[in-house]
Nanobody, 130 residues
Framework: QVQLVESGGGLVEAGGSLRLSCAAS????????MGWFRQAPGKEREFVST???????????YLADSVKGRFTISRDRAKNTVTLQMNRLKPEDTAVYYC????????????????????WGQGTQVTVSS
């Protein structure tokens, strides 16, 4: 059974930092995609950042425009984990953050959408106070 377990959420003041981690078990996602989405109250789940295995034996990383320059994503192939370092947090970053993974490397047209990922974590709350 596949499990994605997130950790690292919490409450932080605007301008602060948090580090989210996601550990996968049950399957290896080494050649697939692992990333993060978030959902604020009353809003749809939206893409934040992801990594995708490419034919050059490295992971390509992608960030939503709203977090570029502030968030960094990293991947540990051996440990089956993905980490999101969030700096200079803003109140509008407040949301439940979900780890997402897929055994494949989704095509670009679905890479940034929820439909590109088969497996999801339970979510971790991030709250940024102003």
């Amino acid at each position: 059974q596949v499990q994605l377990v997130e950790s690292g959420g919490g409450l932080v003041e605007a301008g602060g930092s948090l580090r989210l981690s996601c550990a996968a078990s049950g399957r290896t996602f080494a050649n697939g995609a692992m990333g993060w989405f978030r959902q604020a109250p009353g809003k749809e789940r939206e893409f934040v950042s992801t990594t995708r295995w490419n034919s050059g034996s490295v992971y390509d990383g992608y960030l939503a425009d709203s977090v570029k320059g502030r968030f960094t994503i990293s991947r540990d192939r051996a440990k089956n984990t993905v980490t999101l370092q969030m700096n200079r947090l803003k109140p509008e970053d407040t949301a439940v953050y979900y780890c997402a993974a897929d055994l494949t490397s989704p095509e670009s047209q679905v890479l940034f959408t929820t439909s590109g990922y088969e497996y999801w974590g339970q979510g971790t709350q991030v709250t940024v106070s102003s």
